[in-house]
T-cell receptor, first 113, second 115 residues
Framework: LAKTTQPISMDSYEGQEVNITCSHN???????ITWYQQFPSQGPRFIIQ???TKVTNEVASLFIPADRKSSTLSLPRVSLSDTAVYYC??????????????FGKGTKLSVIP | DTAVSQTPKYLVTQMGNDKSIKCEQN?????MYWYKQDSKKFLKIMFS???????INETVPNRFSPKSPDKAHLNLHINSLELGDSAVYFC??????????????FGPGTRLTVL
């Protein structure tokens, strides 16, 4: 079962780039890495997913080194509306047709004006 | 048009009672999940169903039982509620069968308070 570690909190000023790193040392070959965003009193929302190297979409980039033991979510030019908790999720296949999913404990990002 | 809906949004009940939370998705997805988020905001998966078949069953007490009448619904029934069951419960769904690491769509959550 892949265990993930993230910083508890981060602060950033508006307009800056924010990088949040998740460690997953025992990631399995079949695991994908997914990041979610959660606002207060709402369910998590998908941001980005990757397997290796770099993935970019309209809201974020995901950097995964060759050994895949960590991943970094990059948010370009954050605004106040990016204040939220960001979760790293690693999917693991545990055999016999079953999967285990491990969310990180979340990183609370506070964007300061 | 709500993609993943849950009812009720709030649930306050006494210890020892039995309660159910309903979840429905109109996305045509094959896989649905239940998560528990505690007061420290830790998100833990409880169950997942793929086409009405259980494919994940984390170590949750057997007082919790998921029921899936069809692939658009995954209800959570809880027997003999305890104080420690107080949390926010999220339902989610994803498209691909047996690939739960695909994008999941979450419902708004049900805040359960056990007194």
């Amino acid at each position: 079962l892949a265990k993930t570690t993230q910083p508890i909190s981060m602060d950033s000023y508006e307009g800056q780039e924010v990088n949040i790193t998740c460690s997953h040392n025992n990631i399995a070959t079949n695991d994908y890495i997914t990041w979610y965003q959660q606002f207060p009193s709402q369910g998590p929302r998908f941001i980005i997913q990757g397997y290796k190297t770099k993935v970019t979409n309209e809201v974020a980039s995901l950097f995964i080194p060759a050994d895949r033991k960590s991943s970094t979510l990059s948010l370009p030019r954050v605004s106040l509306s990016d204040t939220a908790v960001y979760y790293c999720l690693v999917g693991a296949y545990s055999g016999a047709g079953s999967y285990q999913l491990t969310f990180g404990k979340g990183t609370k990002l506070s964007v300061i004006p | 048009d709500t993609a993943v809906s849950q009812t009720p949004k709030y649930l306050v009940t006494q210890m020892g009672n039995d309660k159910s939370i309903k979840c429905e998705q109109n996305l045509g997805h094959d896989t649905m999940y239940w998560y528990k988020q505690d007061s420290k905001k830790f998100l833990k998966i409880m169950f997942s169903y793929n086409n009405k078949e259980l494919i994940i069953n984390e170590t949750v007490p057997n007082r919790f039982s998921p029921k899936s009448p069809d692939k658009a619904h995954l209800n959570l029934h809880i027997n003999s509620l305890e104080l420690g069951d107080s949390a926010v419960y999220f339902c989610a769904s994803s498209q691909a069968a047996r690939q739960p690491y695909n994008e999941q769509f979450f419902g708004p959550g049900t805040r359960l308070t056990v007194l």
